[in-house]
């Protein structure tokens, strides 16, 4: 039962789009569309910004937008802001009743 | 809807952790009430899940010394680890989850534990 696979870093300057991608396996992201991201900020807890694929809370700018392509999910945070910054965690259910997070990306406007 | 989560901050190795959180707010029933934990340096870790039955999922990984536990006549919910070691120093977070649905839309403030002799 593998965390999921995000890379550790990602950044653009403000006002650019940046993508992070979660890689899991046939057997969670591949399989189901229980697939949430969080953003998390330094002493705070996480936030939920995206579940079921690409539905966003409420509250949460149309800016965040989630998908999902194979064994692969991907958050695309659009017109990058200052308040972005922070750490990005997605998560998918991985069946038998048990869910997984990705590692963890940090996430840095330029 | 609010979590408030509670308990102990320092233990020594071989101790039991316990901490609680109480949901204020909302309904008890038809959610998953999950604890999350995140270790000084690395990424969340999902540790289980309990329903308002009692039904509780846990982490394969976790499994053998973790426990949750629910007591529904005060609306809240318990994690209990016996047999801490350093590794298990971490913040730990409750949160909820709709049923059938992944989203924890709802978060503790987190109980950062540490394991020291």
């Known amino acids: 039962q593998s965390a999921l696979t995000q890379p550790p870093s990602a950044s653009g300057s403000p006002g650019q789009s940046v993508t992070i991608s979660c890689t899991g396996t046939s057997s969670d992201i591949g399989s189901f569309n229980y697939i949430s991201w969080y953003q998390k900020h330094p002493g705070k807890a996480p936030q939920l910004i995206i579940y079921?694929?690409?539905n966003r809370p409420s509250g949460v700018p149309d800016r965040f937008s989630g998908s999902k392509s194979g064994n692969t999910a991907s958050l695309t945070v659009s017109g990058l802001q200052p308040d972005d910054e922070g750490d990005y965690y997605c998560s998918s259910y991985a069946g038998s009743n048990f869910w997984v997070f990705g590692g963890g990306t940090v996430l840095t406007v330029l | 809807v609010q979590l408030q989560q509670w308990g102990a901050g320092l233990l020594k190795p071989s101790e039991t952790l316990a901490l609680t959180c109480a949901v204020y707010?909302?309904?008890?029933?038809?959610?998953?009430w999950t604890w999350i934990r995140q270790s000084p340096g690395k990424g969340l870790e999902w540790i289980g899940e309990?329903?308002?039955?009692?039904?509780?999922?846990?982490s394969p990984s976790l499994k053998s010394r973790f426990t949750i536990s629910v007591d529904t006549s005060k609306n809240q919910f318990s994690l209990r680890v016996t047999s801490v070691s350093a590794a298990d120093s971490a913040m730990y977070y409750c949160a909820r989850r709709p049923f059938g649905s992944g989203g924890l839309m709802y978060w503790g403030q987190g109980t950062l534990v540490t394991v020291s002799p």
């Open positions: 079921e694929v690409r």
């Open positions: 309990i329903n308002h039955s009692g039904s509780a999922n846990y």
């Open positions: 707010g909302g309904s008890f029933s038809g959610y998953y």
